[in-house]
């Protein structure tokens, strides 16, 4: 079985700060790993993924994600925040990409 | 180029009245195809998927069920709603290892 844990429900950062949102996975095999960012009454919108290869993955809209095998993370972040970074993220795990575990969302909140 | 429609965008409907949503895909073959429901803006849970043509897969029973017709087409029904069905509904595909492509979602309201 394949599980995702985003131990935040909710982050809030200041405009300009550095954000980090949270995910930690398990799967059996090597993982395919997903961060989906949703607005109000919209669809989920990929951002990055990781499959293979460098550990930290460059994504949409300035957000990067590093790969920690040891700890079993994903963790999404950004140097700089926006305020329209502010919305729901979602972390998505897979032993292979056609099957996809969510976690249970995180809302950013980016304050200006 | 690929794109998903999902239809329609908002829908008002009373306890007891049947339900079909739908989701077409364009520019691919054979996809993977989900139904998810998101309740209260959080939370994503898996309803159905489909891997080919007339296969289904329920992961929750309710009182739902879904239907595919055609390869890219993916229909989310109901013979009489119920308040506890309302919410948000997602149609997603996916080929390769490219993760999910969802559709832009359906607000449900049962009233």
């Known amino acids: 079985a394949q599980s995702v844990a985003q131990p935040e429900d909710q982050v809030n950062v200041a405009e300009g700060n550095p954000l980090t949102v949270k995910c930690t996975y398990s799967?059996?095999?090597?993982?395919?790993l997903f961060w989906y960012v949703q607005y109000p009454n919209r669809g989920l919108q990929f951002l990055l993924k990781?499959?293979?290869?460098?550990?930290l993955v460059k994504g949409s809209y300035g957000f990067e994600a590093e790969f920690n095998k040891s700890q079993t993370s994903f963790h999404l972040k950004k140097p700089s925040a926006l305020v329209s970074d502010s919305a729901l993220y979602f972390c998505?795990?897979?032993?292979?990409?056609?099957?996809?575990?969510f976690g249970s969302g995180t809302q950013l909140t980016v304050l200006p | 180029s690929q794109t998903i429609h999902q239809w329609p965008a908002t829908l008002v409907q009373p306890v007891g009245s049947p339900l079909s949503l739908e989701c077409t895909v364009e520019?691919?073959?054979?996809?993977?195809l989900y139904w998810y429901r998101q309740a209260a803006g959080r939370g994503l849970q898996l309803l159905f998927y489909?891997?080919?043509?007339?296969?289904i897969s329920s992961e929750v029973p309710q009182n739902l069920s879904a239907s595919r017709p055609q390869d890219r087409q993916f229909i989310l029904s109901s013979k009489k709603l119920l308040l506890s069905d309302s919410g948000f509904y997602l149609c997603?595909?996916?080929?390769?290892?490219?993760?999910?492509?969802f559709g832009s979602g359906t607000r449900l309201t049962v009233v």
């Open positions: 997603a595909w996916t080929v390769g290892d490219y993760g999910y492509t």
């Open positions: 799967v059996s095999g090597n993982p395919y």
């Open positions: 990781y499959i293979t290869g460098d550990n």
């Open positions: 998505a795990v897979s032993g292979s990409a056609r099957q996809l575990t």
């Open positions: 520019g691919t073959s054979n996809p993977n």
């Open positions: 489909s891997v080919g043509i007339g296969q």
